[in-house]
């Protein structure tokens, strides 16, 4: 999946820094850079609920501690140094600061506050944790259901998906939502559907017969077209052209995942399995937290960072600098610790493994 992080924070990273002069290319990357965030709910919902049932097959039950302990792992330690550098900064003057958002930011409800209080120049340096809110509290949900509700957790994520689309579709079709609020599109119970279809989808793989007529009729190329046509089309923002984009994104950037996982000799594939997208794909999550602090041209700020976001180049060599140097000296040996943390378990014998359709 290295690749399609790749791809995923390139379509951010294009949006926030604007390096063309096109009026419709700047259009295209200003709205397509929230695509890169449901590629992003598609590898989660997808990843992790396979890894848990990865886990249940081998041992019998997935474990809740070991789940928190990897996610708090991965997730928290460059998250909260970012933070505390926002922080910092802002103390010294040199960026603007907003406790609100900041506090909002560290407890993963930002997504909540960005709808009640919209977008201002202090709070564009915590903006993007709308994401990683809406992550966490996928994260609270899944392992909930998949290890308390084993019989019925298909059933259970299905009904929440379908109670998530038609508030949605509540909300989005009543004559009082014609004007839409400020960042509607970022509350949980509205995009948590970008995470639980990919994990039904992983649900569902676990059948023979359901991965074997995936392998037929999923196909890359045509995933591939079906996406970017979704991606591209041009609206006029209407509330119901807005909930066909939801249902689309939903669906079709998952299916797009799983052909290519189910396709791995296929030309698509190959190209996501090349060293420089797989480096990217890697530091994704670093780039994604950082690149706020460098990509700022939609606002004017004082001081260094003011110069910084003259140029697109030095912000991204900037951001690409730092997302490195959080990888290897904040992620990777943080994870490490994590994983020395794990509950170790004894594996089952392939007599005692349960069957794999679930």
Known sequence: MDGWR?????????????????????????????EGVWLFFAISGFLICSRML???WAYGRASLRNFYIRRAFRILPAALTY??????????HIIPFDLSS???????YRNYWHYFFGATAASWFTGHFWSLSVE????????SVVIFFPRFRRQILLCLT????????????????KILPFFWEQRTEFCIGGLLIPAIFAMSLRSASTKKTAVRYLSPWVLCVIVLFVTFYDHEG???????????????NPLLLLSTV???????????????????????????????????????????????????????????????????????????????????????????RPGLDV
């Open 6 to 34: 790749a791809i995923a924070v390139v379509a951010v990273l294009l949006d926030h820094a604007r390096p063309f002069g096109s009026l419709t290319v700047q259009h295209h990357l200003q709205r397509n850079g929230a």
């Open 54 to 56: 990865d886990e249940e």
């Open 83 to 92: 933070l505390l550098v926002i922080a910092f900064l802002g103390v010294l």
């Open 102 to 108: 900041w506090m909002a930011a560290v407890f993963f």
């Open 136 to 143: 966490e509290h996928f994260y609270l949900l899944l392992p």
């Open 162 to 177: 379908g109670v998530s689309l038609g508030w949605l579709a509540f909300f989005l079709l009543v004559p009082s939502a």
């Open 238 to 252: 209407s509330a119901p052209y807005l909930l066909r984009i939801v249902l689309a994104k939903a669906i079709f």
């Open 262 to 352: 189910l396709h791995p000799q296929h030309v698509v594939t190959r190209l996501l399995e090349t060293a420089p997208l797989k480096f990217v794909g890697r530091i994704s999550y670093s780039l994604y937290l950082w690149q706020t602090l460098f990509l700022t041209r939609t606002f004017e700020y004082p001081g260094a960072i003011h110069l910084l976001q003259r140029s697109t180049t030095v912000g991204l060599v900037c951001t690409f600098a730092c997302a490195i140097t959080s990888y290897y000296l904040i992620e990777m040996p943080l994870i490490r610790v994590g994983r020395r943390l794990l509950v170790v378990r004894k594996e089952l014998s392939p007599a005692e």
